[in-house]
């Protein structure tokens, strides 16, 4: 058990670039979240999967981010034509079927410019 | 909507003087709460769920509490690798699977030595 594994840990891109976050749950895990935290605040949910499955999208997602989880092992995150307030903290976490509460990993760090 | 709120904001302690931090809830059923310590840079630690009013938990210098509007988290006799941000989250029954949390915004604490 290795932990939820993300990369890169940072990204610093310019605005309009597309960026792609990776994902690697703990083995086993057949739930898989993503949140985004901004200086000063606390993780806002974006959206959950549960296997391959990708079952609720938050109203944050807009049209621009993509997520995805093929054959339910590792998770991406894609955002188009990035813009200055993508700017933020991207965490993944995962969580087995009989606990509600779930592990974080480190997060990737996005900067647009 | 399901809210968190945190208090106080920020809380600079001595090293070995106790203190609660605390954290008020509405959510339209309460699944479980959760506490979280985040150092700078990286994902929120796992350290407590809480299910019902009246529950404790303990773990080290910490111990979390619960009533049916709000969360404490004692610290007692705290040492400086105790300084972090404290996130506590909700979980709401939804009918679905999808174990969301809702945070607060997280209470800085500080120990100075």
């Known amino acids: 058990d290795t932990g939820v594994s993300q990369n890169p840990r940072h990204k610093i891109t310019k605005r309009g670039q597309n960026v792609t976050f990776r994902c690697d749950p703990i083995?086993?895990?057949?739930?898989l979240y993503w949140y985004r935290q901004t200086l000063g605040q606390g993780p806002e949910f974006l959206t959950y999967?549960?296997?391959?499955?990708?079952?609720?999208k938050s109203r944050l997602l807009s049209d621009r981010f993509s997520a995805e989880r093929p054959k339910g092992s590792f998770s991406t995150l894609e955002i188009q034509r990035t813009e200055q307030g993508d700017s933020a903290m991207y965490l993944c976490?995962?969580?087995?079927?009989?606990?509600?509460?779930?592990?974080f990993g480190s997060g990737t760090r996005l900067t647009v410019v | 909507e399901d809210q968190v709120t945190q208090s106080p904001e920020a809380l600079r302690l001595q090293e070995g003087e106790s203190s609660s931090l605390n954290c008020s809830y509405t959510v339209s059923g309460l699944r479980g709460l959760f506490w979280y310590r985040q150092d700078p840079g990286k994902g929120p630690e796992f350290l407590f769920t809480l299910y019902s009013a009246g529950e404790e938990k303990e773990k080290e210098r910490l111990k979390a509490t619960l009533t049916k509007k709000e969360s404490f988290l004692h610290i007692t006799a705290p040492k400086p690798e105790d300084s972090a941000t404290y996130l506590c989250a909700v979980q709401a029954y939804s009918g679905g699977s999808n174990y969301k949390l809702t945070f607060g915004k997280g209470t800085l604490l500080t120990v100075n030595p």
């Open positions: 083995s086993e895990h057949n739930r």
């Open positions: 976490a995962s969580s087995p079927d009989r606990w509600e509460g779930y592990t």
């Open positions: 999967f549960q296997n391959e499955a990708q079952l609720e």
